[in-house]
Structures are given as C-alpha cells and as structure tokens.
Nanobody, 128 residues
C-alpha cells in the first residue's frame, strides 16, 4: 500500500520560510494528484494546495496565493510545498495526500474526500 511521508516541518519565526517535502518510499507518485492539507489545533482540516500528476494544474487556498508554492519532481518522486512569509496562523500539522482522479480547476481545491492515501503529517510552528 502506498504510504506517504512528509518532512520539513519545523519551528520558524514569523516572516520565515520552510519547504515541506512529500514522498512515497517504494511507490511512484507519477500520475497521482498530490494535495497538501493542514490542521491547526481545534480547527478543521483545510486544503492548502494541490498539483496535478504532471504538474500542469495547480491550485491554492485563496489566502495563500503568493506565499506558498507547490511543485513536484517526478524524477525524484517528490512533491514540495515552499512556504514563505510565514505567519503564526500558518501553525498546523501539514499533511500530503495522493489520489488518482481528474481535476483541472485552480479553485476550488479538490476535497479531502478525493484523496486515497495520506501521510502522518509534519508539524509547522510559526512563533517568535
């Protein structure tokens, strides 16, 4: 079974940057739509971004355009989420998810129900 592994979460000061990574050891992510979600304590899970199987379609939550950038390198079996100008409200556990479905819109983001496989999450804390 495909298992996703996130990495890159850390404690960072407001205004700082982080790059999260998502991979699936032993399985290829080629052809899968990959989404990033986050969940802060006491809040519902929310979609952050997604990228299509070959990277030609991407989308972001409205509030994140310009600060977050999603990308993928299928040759390395990696998907990245570059986060910049981080704010305390970005503090959350960030999850990557994979699914095979057709989607070509920038907005809204695919629902979490569209994804089949999930990682365990990586903690991002933005605090001074």
């Amino acid at each position: 079974q495909l298992q996703l592994v996130e990495s890159g979460g850390d404690l960072v000061q407001p205004g700082g940057s982080l790059r999260l990574s998502c991979t699936a050891p032993g399985f290829t992510l080629d052809g899968y739509i990959i989404g990033w979600f986050r969940q802060a304590p006491g809040k519902e899970r929310e979609g952050v971004s997604y990228i299509s199987g070959i990277g030609n379609n991407i989308g972001y939550a409205n509030s994140l355009w310009g600060r977050f950038t999603i990308s993928r390198d299928n040759s390395k079996n990696m998907v990245y989420l570059q986060m910049s100008s981080l704010k305390p409200e970005d503090t959350a556990v960030y999850y990557c998810a994979a699914g095979k479905f057709t989607y070509g819109n920038n907005w809204p983001l695919p629902s979490f129900k569209d994804y089949t496989f999930w990682g365990q999450g990586t903690q991002v804390t933005v605090s001074s």
